[in-house]
């Protein structure tokens, strides 16, 4: 995982926010970075404009409340952090946020998930910052075990023949690899694919195939895949403890069911945009599996993505 030098942290100062302010600090903390806080919120109506610097205020008296107790928690004196708070009021929060990536060149954005954190999903702003944000996007939900036992699993495509697709599948498991040594020291590397024959043909269609000869499609099919897979791993150059889920399914409905039943604490994704496209359009299976996991997510996007707010 890369360096990190600028991190931006989002909230909404109107919750908990222990969760995302932990995994904030800690990253900070590890990577000696500086932090941003931002506290967005709605514009206050023109009818009670001269109470909008009082509300303000008041914002961000209650987030630096949380700050210090989450300093408490991980044993950080206030000196051994560059940690600033601001509040940014305004309409379409996630452009305000993306154009301060843009402005301000953050690479990291941290914020916790919102809504209801126990929900499966992720909602508006959330969703529109995994679309256009151009860094790395850490969404968090409240992690109950301590830290050496938190579990990262990271999902990835062998079936990458463009260079962004293979660029970014390295990225994926390098970060995740990082990442998984500060936490239980396990990686969970997930890897599924969809097979015509064994799902579809076999089931739908008279075929003059024994079962025997699709058995054997199938089984090369696999072995071709998890080839790819092994390949792709021996060039990330990661080592460690892993944990390798290498299954013919829907990925869609795979990854979000594996989590559940492992109930791993972060996911690391890839969200990969269409080729030629000047800005972030999610494909259908990455769309399918971030409306179903329950955990925290850290989303990359490939190192050409260009976000659509930029000018």
Same mark, same amino acid.
């Given at each position: ?7 931006? /942290? ?95 060149? /953050? ?58 697709? /293979? ?145």
């Amino acid at each position: 995982m890369q360096n990190f030098h600028n991190i931006l /942290y989002v909230s909404h100062a109107t919750g908990d926010e222990s969760a995302g302010l932990l995994q904030a600090l800690a990253v900070a903390r590890n990577n000696g970075a500086a932090v941003k806080v931002l506290v967005v919120c709605p514009a206050v109506p023109e009818e009670f404009e001269e109470f909008s610097q009082v509300c303000m205020d008041a914002l961000v008296t209650r987030v630096q409340d949380s700050v210090a107790e989450v300093r408490e928690q991980l044993n950080l004196a206030e000196e051994q952090l560059n940690l600033e708070v601001e509040a940014d009021c305004g309409s379409r929060p996630a452009e305000r946020v993306i154009q301060r990536v843009l402005s301000e060149d /953050y690479d990291l954005v941290i914020k916790n998930v919102e809504g209801r954190t126990q929900r499966k999903g992720f909602k508006a702003m959330d969703m529109e910052l995994l679309r256009k944000c151009p860094c790395p996007v850490w969404l968090c939900r409240p992690i109950s075990r301590s830290h050496r036992e938190i579990d990262v699993a990271v999902a990835v495509d062998p079936e990458c023949e463009e260079a962004s697709a /293979y660029d970014l599948a390295i990225r994926l498991l390098r970060w995740a690899r990082a990442l998984a040594d500060t936490c239980s020291g396990e990686l969970h590397l997930i890897s599924c694919w969809d097979y015509d024959v064994d799902e579809y043909l076999r089931h739908n269609f008279p075929l003059s195939a024994s079962d025997e000869e699709l058995d054997r499609a199938t089984e090369a099919a696999r072995a071709k895949h998890r080839s790819k897979l092994d390949v792709l791993i021996q060039a990330s150059g990661i080592g460690g403890e892993m944990d390798v889920h290498h299954a013919i399914a829907r990925p869609d409905r795979f990854i979000p069911l594996l989590i559940d039943e492992e109930k791993y604490d972060i996911l690391v994704m890839g969200t990969v945009g269409r080729t030629g496209i000047p800005g972030f359009i999610m494909g259908n299976t990455a769309e399918n599996i971030l409306q179903k996991v329950s955990c925290s997510l850290l989303a990359l996007k490939p190192s050409d993505f260009i976000s659509p707010l930029k000018t």
